[in-house]
T-cell receptor
Framework: ELKVEQNPLFLSMQEGKNYTIYCNYS?????LYWYRQDPGKSLESLFV?????AVKQEGRLMASLDTKARLSTLHITAAVHDLSATYFC?????????????FGKGTSLLVTP | GAVVSQHPSWVICKSGTSVKIECRSL??????MFWYRQFPKQSLMLMAT?????????EQGVEKDKFLINHASLTLSTLTVTSAHPEDSSFYIC????????????????FGPGTRLTVL
């Protein structure tokens, strides 16, 4: 059974601080996706990581993928309040298919002054 | 990027009634679409795969007679919640795969804005 595990599930951090969210998965997928969800909204795609060693950055967020360790990280640099949201990682249910996704439980991030 | 729409964005209905939710790919064709369900403060769970021209495939534990899926065209899939009950209240999100970029061999899922169903 494919498992996608995120930690932490809840994160409260001060503005200006750095932190990392971890995503472990049990399949041999070479792809991993990160999404952001604001309350009451659908998913916003943040990163699509397509190969081992992939690293992508957008603003204060940086994501990386280690397919050998089956681990992805989402690093937050100098957090600001606008980053408060729930972050999900996901992998293809059928490895590398680009079709249906299996999601982690999500990390609820709250950035406080 | 590709755009997926859903209609309605929210619906309130009485217990025992049926509700239809539409998912459309606006600027691309999708022979396959996916329906997810998200309960409050939980993750998204795949319910079923909608296939144009053939029957939908359902995930374990999802009642196919309760959640009717019809992939009417290459741009439209509908999910009908039949005889809805309060426990069906949830956020329903569809997605459709499309190439990451023009000529890309990689697909990415594009998600609709979701439909919040409340059954009284």
């Amino acid at each position: 059974e494919l498992k996608v595990e995120q930690n932490p599930l809840f994160l409260s951090m001060q503005e200006g601080k750095n932190y990392t969210i971890y995503c472990n998965y049990s399949t041999t997928s070479d792809r991993l996706y990160w999404y952001r969800q604001d309350p009451g909204k659908s998913l916003e795609s943040l990163f699509v990581l397509l190969s081992n060693g992939a690293v992508k950055q957008e603003g204060r967020l940086m994501a990386s993928l280690d397919t050998k360790a089956r681990l992805s990280t989402l690093h937050i640099t100098a957090a600001v309040h606008d980053l408060s949201a729930t972050y999900f990682c996901a992998v293809d249910i059928i490895a590398n298919s680009g079709y249906a996704l299996n999601f982690g439980k999500g990390t609820s991030l709250l950035v406080t002054p | 990027g590709a755009v997926v729409s859903q209609h309605p964005s929210w619906v309130i209905c009485k217990s025992g009634t049926s509700v239809k939710i539409e998912c459309r790919s606006l600027d691309f064709q999708a022979t396959t679409m996916f329906w997810y369900r998200q309960f409050p403060k939980q993750s998204l769970m795949l319910m079923a795969t909608s296939n144009e021209g053939s029957k939908a495939t359902y995930e374990q534990g999802v009642e196919k007679d309760k959640f009717l899926i019809n992939h009417a065209s290459l741009t439209l899939s509908t999910l009908t919640v039949t005889s809805a009950h309060p426990e069906d209240s949830s956020f329903y999100i569809c997605s459709a795969p499309a190439p990451l970029a023009e000529f890309s061999s990689y697909n990415e899922q594009f998600f609709g804005p979701g439909t919040r169903l409340t059954v009284l």
